[in-house]
């Protein structure tokens, strides 16, 4: 779904490394691809292709298994020219473009995983691939290879687990990868890199009839998912922007709790300190309908109207605050006038939205890819059957982060940690929503709490004259 994009034929990727290196791939990666048993191995089929890059699987001299992103030749000229047809906000077309630079990328996992490891919350459930700097370029990025099973593959993620006690899936915290099989290795056909099949299955913890699983908790893995990426938004204020299932990989842990694997780090976004607890702060307003504090803080990005901008955010309506713009424009109508002139009504509601934004300005660009970020974890929350209270884990992590943030005042810190315990007891309403849900999940109803989220602003949204497109951020 993610990754099966037209694949470049090995002759282009080859032509990458040589020209990124000045090396051939034999002498750059230190394989053969004549079945010398004294070299690596390295797959010239890639295993996976996306529109910017194709990965290959290899195996190194010294037994390390490594994925190679090649970008496909020309692509960032035809990024560029794409940007520039589109002629997107310059913001953006920055960031997009970055995408192809994966020097870049690398930068971005190396830093990821420095802060992941020195958070205690996520160090022992979220693991960032080690990135090899010596095999990487501009155009090619070496990384540690990923054994996991994909997010979306709720089934494999949820099937009991065949394998060993104590004992993690292939990769996972010490878990062996058993190497190529020898007269595979020896098969090579040099002529024909189409049937080559070089890296052993490995789903030996699938039991002998193949319908195991990692035995995990749907509620575990996306409790991890929503923590790793609300940590990103309101502690460390550097944010993964493109957080869809193909990018998530799980492992099971010797302990047999989830571990969360995030790959691609190409497309990420800074929040500065000032922004960064302004945002952590009108998060914490929503869920305590403080409406005045909601309406300082967002006046000073450029934007009148809290409400609509309060409802985008969590994605269901705002009922704390007063409506405004809806009720202003639907004033001017009856009842019976909004019925017969629908579309009249989707003009002026248009004309609103577009008023609800002051001050261009001012208003944080950040916001638009923060966005996105929110809206792909919701829509992965909801396609696992909204599992977790998203909104819940969301709004103490942003209370939470005004009491651990290095940038503020350790007395600023104290008084921030007097009104987060305040805060916790607040989100118990919270809760009783979540779990009224589940109950009525679990005596039949179809829908979970995501759904009736979704439908809620889709109603909202139709009477404003546009539509929710569920697919949009979904990478």
């Known amino acids: 779904m993610f990754d099966d994009a037209p694949q470049n034929e090995w002759k282009d990727a080859e032509k990458v490394i040589l020209e990124d290196f000045g090396k051939t791939p034999e002498d750059l990666f230190g394989v053969s691809f004549t079945g010398d ?11 996976a292709s996306a529109s910017v890059a194709q990965v290959h699987w290899a195996r190194l001299a010294n037994g390390e298994e490594v994925a190679i992103k090649i970008q496909k030749r020309e692509i960032a000229q035809q990024v560029g020219w794409d940007l520039w047809t589109f002629n997107l ?4 077309s920055e960031r997009l473009l ?3 630079d994966f020097v870049n990328e690398a930068d971005n996992a190396e830093r990821m995983a420095k802060l992941v490891a020195g958070e205690a919350r996520l160090r022992d459930r ?6 090899y700097r010596e095999l990487s370029s501009k155009r090619i990025m070496t990384a540690e290879w990923i054994e996991g099973v994909r997010l979306w593959d709720k089934e494999t993620l949820t099937r009991p687990w065949h394998g060993r006690w104590r004992e993690g899936s292939p990769g996972c915290h010490g878990t062996p990868l058993n190497p190529p099989d020898r007269q595979a290795v020896a098969e090579i056909i040099r002529d024909d890199p189409s049937k080559e099949h070089l890296k052993p299955n490995r789903d030996w913890w699938k039991g002998h009839n193949g319908k195991g699983g990692l035995g995990l908790s749907l509620k575990d893995c996306m409790q991890t998912m929503v923590d790793l990426f609300s940590a990103q938004m309101f502690l460390w204020g550097w944010c ?10 799980i492992r099971r842990q010797p302990s047999g709790k989830p571990e969360l694997v995030l790959i691609d780090h190409g497309l990420y976004v800074h929040m500065e300190p000032e922004f960064r607890h302004q945002y952590s702060l009108f998060w914490k307003s929503l869920m305590t309908f403080d409406n005045k504090t909601i309406g300082d803080i967002v006046r000073t990005w450029g934007i009148n109207n809290p409400d609509v901008f309060a409802s985008a955010t969590l994605m269901r309506p705002y009922t704390g605050g007063d409506n405004s713009t809806s009720a202003g424009i639907k004033r001017t109508m009856s009842v019976k006038e909004q019925q017969k002139r629908h579309y009249e009504m989707q003009q002026q509601m248009r004309k609103g939205i577009r008023e609800v934004l002051g001050d261009e300005k001012k208003w944080p660009r950040e916001l638009i890819f923060i966005g996105r970020n929110m809206r792909i974890v919701q829509g992965n929350n909801q396609y696992l059957g909204a599992p977790v209270n998203r909104i819940k884990i969301m709004g103490s992590w942003a209370s939470r982060s005004l009491v651990d943030s290095p940038d503020l005042s350790y007395q600023e810190r104290l008084v921030n940690f007097g009104r987060h315990l305040l805060f916790k007891f607040v989100l118990f309403s919270s809760d009783v929503v979540f779990y009224s849900s589940k109950v009525a999940q679990f005596f039949g109803r179809k829908q979970n709490l995501e759904d009736d989220m979704e439908a809620s602003m889709k109603k909202v949204a139709g009477d404003m004259g546009f539509e929710l497109n569920h697919n949009v951020f979904e990478g």
């Open 37 to 47: 048993p004294g070299k690596g191995v390295m797959e010239r089929k890639a295993r």
């Open 89 to 92: 906000v310059p913001y953006i």
């Open 98 to 100: 970055l995408e192809t």
């Open 126 to 131: 979220v693991y960032i691939p080690k990135v």
């Open 240 to 249: 993964h922007c493109d957080p869809h299932p193909g990018n998530i990989f």
